[in-house]
T-cell receptor, first 118, second 117 residues
Framework: GAVVSQHPSWVICKSGTSVKIECRSLDFQATTMFWYRQFPKQSLMLMATSNEGSKATYEQGVEKDKFLINHASLTLSTLTVTSAHPEDSSFYIC??????????????FGPGTRLTVL | AQKITQTQPGMFVQEKEAVTLDCTYDTSDPSYGLFWYKQPSSGEMIFLIYQGSYDQQNATEGRYSLNFQKARKSANLVISASQLGDSAMYFCAMREGTKAAGNKLTFGGGTRVLVKP
């Protein structure tokens, strides 16, 4: 299947700092990328949907000023957690879909980024 | 109301036996797709199998098969001949609308499977 990478795989930061997470589709052009958050032993919660070259669409309850999403190219989307606090500690996963990736237009997921805010 | 319900939080299965993971869904859209993903302890989501709402036959993919009962709105995953590597979290997800890029997935709560040797 198509490959999606995420960087970094884990990050520890101090409260109040900003953290940027990158999501890349390595072998296909991703017209849409999704960002999820997953708490321990829970399901994935969609945070936002981003389309290349346009503003992200955030889910209800997700602060757009806190979680900045940029989808600058067809292979790269970034999530910046601004002024991170301990409650932002979580597992963040991105996924991507593209017209030539996947028989069922399925989402291909990155390996995730574990964020710990001290 | 929950759109995707997985009623089994955890299951044990003996190696080489089959296991069925339940998934029920709720939608009024006539066009939808149902996905199953596997999430091992490493965290990556691995796509397993897909069933479209208009598909006449149940989907199969290797040791994975989907028992799709449209009238009952259920899409249970069957894993045959379980292997130790099948130990993971399994998520059922639904995409409402046509197979167009950009449609969101709604995930169920997941079922943790532990395969015993």
């Amino acid at each position: 299947g198509a490959v999606v990478s995420q960087h970094p795989s884990w990050v520890i930061c101090k409260s109040g700092t900003s953290v940027k997470i990158e999501c890349r589709s390595l072998d296909f052009q991703a017209t849409t990328m999704f960002w999820y958050r997953q708490f321990p032993k829970q399901s994935l919660m969609l945070m936002a949907t981003s389309n290349e070259g346009s503003k992200a669409t955030y889910e209800q309850g997700v602060e757009k000023d806190k979680f900045l999403i940029n989808h600058a190219s067809l292979t790269l989307s970034t999530l910046t957690v601004t002024s991170a606090h301990p409650e932002d500690s979580s597992f963040y996963i991105c996924s991507a879909v593209g017209p030539l990736a996947g028989e069922y237009n399925e989402q291909f997921f990155g390996p995730g980024t574990r964020l710990t805010v001290l | 109301a929950q759109k995707i319900t997985q009623t089994q939080p955890g299951m044990f299965v003996q190696e080489k036996e089959a296991v069925t993971l339940d998934c029920t869904y709720d939608t009024s859209d006539p066009s939808y797709g149902l996905f199953w993903y596997k999430q091992p302890s490493s965290g990556e989501m691995i796509f397993l199998i897909y069933q479209g709402s208009y598909d006449q036959q149940n989907a199969t993919e290797g040791r994975y098969s989907l028992n799709f009962q449209k009238a009952r709105k259920s899409a249970n995953l069957v894993i045959s001949a379980s292997q130790l590597g099948d130990s993971a979290m399994y998520f059922c997800a639904m995409r409402e609308g046509t197979k167009a890029a950009g449609n969101k997935l709604t995930f169920g709560g997941g079922t943790r499977v532990l395969v015993k040797p």
